[in-house]
Structures are given as structure tokens and as C-alpha cells.
Nanobody, 122 residues
């Protein structure tokens, strides 16, 4: 129901754009976003966006470099990642849940994408 795409292997300083396409129209009223998981680490929050796209929330580690947006007419959410760093290397998972900003946590996510690998070399 959530399909991640757009990952790849890039060099530090490069950009990538991830996409998350959802098949259920209901997700149009859900908060959506991304989490990431690096090898040996727990899955962590990256960014979220409200149903209308007017509210966004970013992890401190990506503020000013990543931008999330959504186009509900295309059932797609986008994550533009600029100035990538090696520490951004992880599997990125699209997520959706009918919760508020502060509740958009791993344990509250009801729908996950399959994940897409982002690798940033130094």
C-alpha cells in the first residue's frame, strides 16, 4: 500500500529525491513521512507532513537539508534530500498513520513502505 522509491548510491554533497506512492485514498488524510534505519541501529524518525501539506516536522539532523512535500492528486509524498552526508546512509521507510505530529513515532505507525536504500560515500 506504500511503495518507496528513489534511493541510490551518491557521494557526499549530492542530492536524491525519494518518493512514496500510496494506493489507498484514505492515506490522503493521514500524516505521512519517513523513518530511517542504519545497520546496527534502531529505526529513527526523519520527517513528517500533515494531510494538507501545511505542517511539517523535521529531525534536527536533517533540518535545512531535507524537504518533504506531498501531492494528494498523485497519491505521492516526496522527500528531497540535499547536501547528503555519509551519516545519512540508511534504509529509508515511508510511513503513514492517522496521528498528530507529536505521535508520529515508530510504535504508532500503522503502514510501512518496503524501504529504499540510501548510501552516501565520503
Amino acid at each position: 500500500q506504500l511503495i518507496d522509491s528513489g534511493g541510490g548510491l551518491v557521494q557526499a554533497g549530492d542530492s536524491l529525491r525519494l518518493s512514496c506512492q500510496y494506493s489507498r485514498p484514505l492515506f490522503g488524510i493521514y500524516r505521512m513521512g519517513w523513518f530511517r534505519q542504519a545497520p546496527g541501529k534502531e529505526r529513527e524518525f526523519v520527517v513528517s507532513i500533515g494531510p494538507s501539506g501545511s505542517t511539517t516536522y523535521y529531525a534536527d539532523s536533517v533540518k535545512g537539508r531535507f524537504t518533504i512535500s506531498r501531492d494528494n492528486s498523485k497519491n505521492t509524498v516526496y522527500l528531497q534530500m540535499n547536501s547528503l552526508k555519509p551519516e545519512d546512509t540508511a534504509i529509508y521507510y515511508c510511513a503513514a498513520a492517522n496521528v498528530g505530529t507529536s505521535e508520529f513515532k515508530v510504535e504508532r505507525i500503522t503502514n510501512w513502505g518496503q524501504g529504499t536504500q540510501v548510501t552516501v560515500s565520503s
